[in-house]
């Protein structure tokens, strides 16, 4: 009993430490993680070109990094042009849905719940674009941080190989730890890999919807699509919402708003349950509950930025945990069915 008390104890002091290393050490670890997932796109992308053509490992990872880099550079064009405008807008275009609800409540034949009205009010939608604002001023200024890390990323699995061989002189565990490792980076650089071809696959059909449509900044909307996906569940349903609310007050006409919910709608179902399960498999294989959880508790850390990062941190997390037997059955807890070998069985 004393060590099973014993056990517990330290594993919540760990689990403290943990957290408070993760929110003190925000301003480090932050341009890190981001540098790591980009480090881990571009590895992907350079897997993808040598399907196409044949060339040196080192060229395709240069090719990539060139693309990867043109990709951020469009991103950062994107939000600098609109996210001012959207800002300023926002009130204006939370006035006229407050009275579109109004009108409406006055003229159905019965009354909308008295928490319709306030909906705009406690959404706060004006703090939200003001934290995102925030959070892309912030991955600015972090930009030379994380293309610094980005590059250390690179000098060091070149060397990695020599100082794992060197750490292990025994053969056996020297291919154990080769084997688990390698099963960690393939399963990593896949999830993320296949969750952002998904997430641009939604944007891009979505804002065409907008573009077509007329909508006003519909290309940073495609852009607030792209990123929502990372976000399960919650993502999808705000990646309708909010476009099919300037809608709303942006056009008159109500054919044109029920066909942009309607196509939205199909687009994020279609895509999150048919496609995505078959591109993905059983990648993503956390509880529900879990990802609440997680989104909450990487938000409360890192704000913005730890709501985007939140689920791919947290399957990367399970991807370590189910390698290990001593953390296997955590990972197992952590997921929706407790069957993670299709998800973990190698390539």
Not at 142 to 164: C, D, H, K, W
Not at 284 to 290: C, G, K, R, S
Not at 326 to 340: E, F, N, P, V
Request: aromatic letters at 10%; charged letters at 15%; one cysteine or more.
């Amino acid at each position: 009993m004393d060590d099973l008390l014993r056990t517990y104890t330290l594993s919540l002091a760990a689990l403290l430490a943990t957290l408070a290393v993760l929110k003190l050490g925000s301003g480090l670890l932050i341009p890190l993680a981001i540098a790591g997932v980009i480090w881990f796109l571009i590895e992907a992308l350079a897997r993808v070109i040598g399907r196409a053509v044949r060339a040196p490992m080192w060229v395709r990872t240069l090719a990539a990094t060139f693309l990867m880099l043109a990709a951020l550079i469009g991103v950062v064009e994107i939000v600098r042009e609109n996210v001012a405008g959207v800002i300023e807008s926002v009130p204006d275009y939370e006035r006229r849905i407050e009275s579109a609800l109004r009108s409406i409540d006055e003229t159905v034949p019965f009354s909308l719940p008295n928490s319709i009205p306030t909906l705009l009010e406690a959404s706060n939608l004006q703090a939200w674009f003001r934290d995102f604002a925030a959070a892309f001023a912030s991955f600015l200024g972090n930009m030379g941080l994380v293309l610094a890390f980005v590059l250390f990323l690179y000098i060091s699995q070149q060397t990695f190989p020599e100082r794992l061989r060197r750490a292990f002189s025994d053969t056996s565990r020297l291919r154990h730890a080769r084997r688990v490792l390698n099963r960690i980076q393939q399963q990593v650089r896949s999830y993320l890999w296949a969750k952002t071809l998904m997430s641009l696959l939604t944007a891009v059909i979505c804002g065409i919807v907008l573009w077509v449509a007329g909508l006003n900044y519909w290309l940073f909307w495609a852009l607030w699509i792209f990123l929502l996906n990372f976000v399960p569940y919650i993502g999808s349903a705000m990646g309708v919402l909010l476009p099919t609310l300037l809608a709303l007050v942006q056009f008159t006409n109500p054919v044109v708003i029920a066909v942009v919910f309607t196509l939205l709608t199909i687009t994020q179902v279609t895509i999150d349950n048919l496609v995505e399960p078959q591109v993905m498999g059983k990648t993503l294989n956390i509880d529900p509950l879990v990802v609440m959880i997680a989104l909450v508790l990487w938000g409360s850390l890192w704000g913005m930025v730890g709501v985007f990062l939140a689920i791919p941190l947290t399957a990367i997390a399970i991807f370590i945990f189910y390698q290990f037997p001593g953390t296997r059955w955590l990972a197992i807890l952590l997921s929706q069915d407790g069957d993670l070998e299709g998800a973990m069985s190698e390539d």
